[in-house]
């Protein structure tokens, strides 16, 4: 257990780049899933098309493959990162994208077909009814998916230590590897460091859908 | 789907959001565009850099990359649904002191990333990387099962339980042969839609040096020389993405068979006896 104690500066130093990782690359995903789901309702048949295809493709594809495409094959073609958090940032952010579109499509198609023909009704544009009218009842509903997606986000950030940032589970690795004889108790403190994020979120999302579900 | 949030749209809507289409396309024909025109720079599709996939060689480590991927996926999904089960009717127990250890076990289980308890059962239990890679799917993918079952049990109406008590059955016979087959099938369409996850997951056996297919393209890039990566890589990419999509499918066709058969059986049935007390 000493060993945990004694590794504590790395830790805390992975444990911080494991949040920065999630949260920069959370709120890249928010921002181009919302538009990602807006684009595959509205009636441009082009943007339906592409958000579409983009949403099945990248659900289906492992998050390995997008990081190894990030990290390995990018560089190849001559896009090259000055830092690997940067590779790890554009891969986590363009698969998250894709299940948060979809959250937030599903929640669009929760919100009653009454809520827009009233809408529509009083004139409003095609614009102002997704993000004066719909787009805020849809998102109340979609918090708690949301948070279990950003939940999946701060357990897929640790695929990045398996390509050069040295977050969580990278540090966890190189220090089984110093400590070939407390193997065990690094990686326990790793795994608890993740729980520290990860349990509180689950709590949260579990709250947050009891209130929504009272609410409706 | 669309109606929800536009009329059918008139002849101006139509030419307005045809015009929009046109540029839509143009935009993102120009992107497509502007990536194979830098790919093309890079020399991507010099014919010989694709020649590579008239060997037999190549194909054969491809195959040899696909078996240890679906090999993987297979048995820990063979091994984890029984164990969810098991997980499951624990979690539910009675008993509180099998249903509170059981539920701390499942939070930490599923609040942990994959690959950190494959690396774990790697390195602590000295083990192949094939069983690392098994045994890291099998208690997430066990313990999520577990969760979703019993999102399923919880989803029936009470009265199932209460008419398995009723006719004698002890709770445990109730869970077992009542309960639990009809949220199995309540929630297959989740079961199957977890099923794509773990294919994907088995991708992360890359980072523990288990032997899947993108291993076998890191391999035969390394052999082949750095110029075969993209080409070999892309092959790789298309053929998980297939596959994924191919269960994906699977997972949607049994949602939409299943909603069928819900609608004309369990789900109308209370309602119907409600508007009839109405009436």
Known sequence: ???????????????????????????????????????????????????????????????????????????????????????????????????????????????????AEAARSIGMKFGQVLSLIILPQAL????????????????????????????????GKQLANDHGDAVMWVLVGVAFFYLLITVPLGYLAHQVERKVAIAR | MSSVLYDVPGPKARRVSLIGSVIGVVLIAALLAWAIMTLAQQGIFQAQRWAIFGQADVWSLIANGIGATLAAAAIAAVIAFPLGLLLCLM????????????RIVLEFLRGMPVVLMMLFVLLVFATSSFIAVVAGLVLYNAAIFAEIIRAGIQSLPRGQREAGLAIGLTSFQSRLTIELPQAVRRMLPS??????VLLKDTSLGYIVAYGE??????????????????????????IYIAINLAVSRLAIWIERRGSKKAAGGVAKAPTAGVSTVVK
Do not use: C, H
């Open chain 1, 1 to 115: 257990m000493d060993v945990i104690i004694e590794s504590l500066p790395q830790y805390w130093d992975g444990f911080l780049r494991t949040l920065f990782l999630a949260a920069v690359s959370g709120i890249i995903a928010l921002v181009a899933g919302t538009l990602l789901a807006a684009a595959r309702v509205s009636p441009v048949a082009a943007l339906r098309g592409f958000s579409m295809a983009y949403v099945e493709v990248v659900r289906n594809t492992p998050l390995t493959i997008a990081f190894f495409f990030a990290a390995v094959v990018l560089p190849r073609l001559g896009v090259t990162f000055q830092q690997f958090e940067i590779a790890a940032i554009i891969a986590l952010s363009a698969y998250t994208a894709a299940f948060i579109a979809e959250a937030v499509r599903s929640g669009v198609n929760s919100v009653p077909v009454g809520q």
């Open chain 1, 140 to 171: 109340r509903t979609v918090i708690p998916p949301m948070i279990n997606i950003l939940i999946a986000l701060v357990k897929n950030s640790s695929v990045a230590g398996a390509f050069y940032v040295l977050e969580l589970f990278g540090y």
């Open chain 2, 91 to 102: 979690r539910i127990s009675d008993v509180a002191w099998i249903r509170i250890p059981t």
């Open chain 2, 191 to 196: 079961l199957v839609a977890q099923l794509v």
């Open chain 2, 213 to 238: 297919l993108l291993r076998a393209v890191q391999v035969m890039a390394d052999f082949l020389g750095p110029q075969f990566l993209f080409p070999v890589f892309f092959v790789a990419a298309a």
